[in-house]
Each structure stands twice: as structure tokens, then as C-alpha cells.
């Protein structure tokens, strides 16, 4: 059974074990795994950029009545 969170050097033991073309592989799919992080990360920051711009906007007495709503 595999560790849940194995060692840096651990891992590289690993790669380093594989066929160069499998190695291949694993350097694709880090590359993939890094790719989906850094395009969650902006979607996220797209997602709450507007939020303090907009506090004023949705936060004012004219329309407190709305929140009642």
C-alpha cells in the first residue's frame, strides 16, 4: 500500500525507477496537475475581483429595503 503523502525523495526514487518513456508520462501529467491549479487559482481571483469594487454598489441604505426581501 502506497504512503498517503510520500517523501520528495521518495517520489523522485520512484520516477527515476520508471522506463524513460513512462518518465515521460509523469512529467505530463505534474504538468497537468500544475496547469488545473494555476487555472483554478485565476478563476477564483476572476471570481472575487469584483466583490470589493462592487461593496458600495450592493451595500447602501437606497437599497436596504431589498435585503428584507
Do not use: G
Not at 7 to 14: S, T, Y
Amino acid at each position: 500500500m502506497a504512503a498517503a503523502n510520500p517523501a520528495p525523495k521518495a517520489l523522485i526514487d520512484k520516477i527515476a525507477a520508471l522506463p524513460k518513456d513512462r518518465i515521460s508520462e509523469v512529467e505530463d501529467f505534474v504538468d497537468f496537475i500544475s496547469q488545473r491549479e494555476q487555472d483554478r487559482a485565476l478563476a477564483h481571483a476572476v471570481r472575487d475581483a469584483p466583490i470589493p469594487t462592487l461593496a458600495a454598489v450592493w451595500n447602501n441604505p437606497e437599497d436596504d429595503a431589498y435585503d428584507a426581501l
